[in-house]
């Protein structure tokens, strides 16, 4: 039998029924206390680059860690506590920690690859009795990781997960500030880059209830080389070099049949989203995406796409979170109300997270129906 | 009913893929497909669990460019069939036992109807690293679902952390250049076997079997000394816990270990796999071969 769509993603709900649903439980996040500017960010290039980078991207500012005074690990752990406050829950009956970032600074900026973050945040947060292990897929690691939990949480296998990033990437842009002589230059995305961690509980609740309702994923390999981060030469932590047309002209390109194969395997229709939160990339890149879907579906969702890159920069696998966050803090967001998160990362990693929030978790951010 | 580990394809590094846990990822995943009579096209789903790799790249996941090197769909998506997803777990030794149960998950929901478990491993070299203390090797597991009274059964993990004590690996600057450093203490065999030992533990508890309804242990790393310690945890001869040949294979290890335990039990038999990394993360896994 030949599978009839290109996402990888659980049968919905009524074609094959799981015993359970995903819930979100808690989110997360942690932010540098320092602000750094766009302006004072460029102002530290090496040349005179004639980028006026603001304008391009919509960030004015994104938040940093002061001399590793914050690391991978110290905003994955925050993140993970604040998450679990939220929740109200403890961290002993967390049956896994998936840490899912793209960096694994620890210590400054020393990168480990083994033991896993995963293990790490687990042991400092207390879920002593967790399975660890780390989810490495740019920035689409942490909704990667919702899927691997959503999967597993329906079907019994687990109760309850912590899907956890922690991102000290600002020392790319301090890198690219560097090397970056004109707008063409491959190192211009690290200026985007800013520094958070971000935190999702999930947990099992009974069939017909709010949460995950579908999860779907591919990766259009063909673009797998358009943005590649290793450490290189002299300089501390990594460098990226990206092709970002070339991604966003595939995103765009892809992304539309992509969200069409999901709300048909759901039966609903665009408009009965009511917020989407892309990746943060640049403000005028969502903009124009949204442009472009509203114009392929012939309608739109109900909210305007969500933007927090105007203050926070692209925090990679962090960024879903990070706006959940801002728009459950700014009640923006109601119970019952349909998120879309969607996924757009290297590899090209394209990913749809559809969700409902329910009311207990909407009250935890000091807003009720 | 369980997911079933189709053909296992092992690779070492010679002298054009010894720096390149790419190529031979790439290699060992053509020719677990090849050897399978699979088509590239036929994978849904692609999971590295591979950790030592070319230039210690970060981002993307390797498993794209895998993807893309071993034409599993890596064209645009279109309409009346489907694609491939392909990510990177890091879990150390242990990362092909991860591998299998989030495999095992989407096979038993049936959103996928093959997957392949990639896992390599290589010295960067160029001046990357430091005293790189594994060998070159690669491994292939090509997954999909039965029905039958098969596949794999049960898998337990037990932590023990120890905040990277035993064995740790970490890049950063020495002399001012980006290097891979690794640092492995005098009690890792001991310590690694006292995790995988509860994990077993654990893993034959929850089955209600006994180790003498074990028909073979396959174990990882391949280390003589955690062989040795294993065995007399166990209570068993140490030449009945099987493992890689090559005792310096790191994340391919698991799927040295299982194929060779496999190739010696009747059909229906039952394989006992345990793993223990870095952590200290130990897992343990029952497996039933078909019959």
Redesign the interface.
Known sequence: ???????????ADGE?S?PFRTRLAGAGRHLPATHLTTTELMSTTRHRTHIDLERLTGIHERRVSMGGDEDSYSLATSAALDCLGKAERTAAPIDVVISCS??KFRG?????????MS??V??AIGA???????????C?GML?GVT?AN??I??G?VERVLVVSGEYISQLGQNAARHIRNIMSKELASLTLGDAGAALLLERAMPGSGGITLAG??????Y??L??????????A?R?FTDARGIHR?AM??TP??LHEVLEAVGISIHDIDHVITHQTSARAIRKGMAKMAAAFGDAPRHDAVITVDRYGNTASTTHTVALVEELKAGHIRPGETVALIAL?????IGIVLLTVDNELVERYGHSD | MGTVIDRVALARGGWRNRHSALQLAVRTAKDCLHRAGRDPHDV???VNAG??RD???????L???I??DIG?????????????????????T??VL?ALQ?VD??L??????CALIVASDADPGRG?SEHFPLSAAGAALLCDWTDDDCGVERIC?T?A?D??ES???????VD???V?RFAVSDTIDERFAAAAIRAVDECLRQSSLRLDEIDVIAAAPARPRYRTELAARLGVPEEQIIVAEDESAHTASVAAAFDRAASRIRPGGRVLLVAA?????A?AALYRLPH
């Open positions: 039998m030949t599978r009839r769509h290109w996402l990888v993603m659980d049968p094959r799981a793209i960096t400054g900026l020393t990168q480990w690859l083994e033991p896993s293990s790490f687990a042991h002593t009795n967790a399975m660890t292990f780390d989810v490495s897929n740019a689409a990667t691997v999967n597993w329906r079907q296998t994923f591919t990766t259009v390999a063909d797998s080389r943005c590649l981060a290793y450490p290189k030469g002299d300089e501390p990594a990226m595939a390109s892809n049949l992509l990362a290297s590899g090209l990693e | 849904d789903l692609l950790i030592y230039r210690n790249i970060a981002e993307p996941a498993a794209a460019m993807q893309q599993a769909n890596p064209e645009d998506p279109h309409a009346d069939t489907h694609g491939t997803f392909s990510f990177d777990i890091c879990n150390g242990c990362g991860s989030i998950g989407f038993r929901s049936h959103a996928i109807d990357m993990w932590n952390s905040e990277g064995f740790n690996a970490t890049v950063g600057l001012g250049h980006n891979l990394g870095a952590g200290i993360t897992g």
